[in-house]
């Protein structure tokens, strides 16, 4: 079982740019794949990028492709999420989730994902 706690999510203007962390706890972080999702009050929560156990795939969704990046320290049980040029419909509150897998494959849908962690709020100022 893993435990996943969000950090990094404040007020930024569009723009801007911000990093998110999940930090997991337990000693088989590699051994999960990891996403980020989010969710706004007037959506359903949404894919926006995954990572392999490894790091050496990822994947997005086409509305971040080219602006965010998802990296991932298995040292330090994190996994990043770097937002750059960032728009109001970026606001959300964003989530990382981790899925148990043999695979180093990338996985894009909530149900998929076995843990998630609290969430943590973006919000981009027009």
């Known amino acids: 079982q893993v435990q996943l706690g969000e950090f990094g999510g404040v007020l930024v203007q569009a723009g801007g740019s911000l990093r998110l962390s999940c930090a997991a706890s337990g000693r088989t972080f590699s051994m999960y794949a990891m996403g980020w999702f989010r969710q706004s009050p007037e959506k359903e929560r949404e894919f926006v990028a995954t990572i392999s156990r490894g790091g050496g795939r990822t994947g997005y969704a086409d509305s971040v492709k080219g602006r965010f990046t998802i990296s991932r320290d298995n040292a330090k049980n994190t996994v990043y999420l770097q937002m750059n040029s960032l728009r109001p419909e970026d606001t959300a509150v964003y989530y990382c989730?981790?899925?148990?897998?043999?695979?180093?494959?990338?996985?894009?849908?909530?149900?998929?994902?076995?843990?998630w962690g609290q969430g943590t709020q973006v919000t981009v100022s027009s």
């Open positions: 989730a981790a899925r148990n897998t043999d695979y180093s494959t990338t996985y894009y849908r909530n149900n998929e994902y076995n843990y």
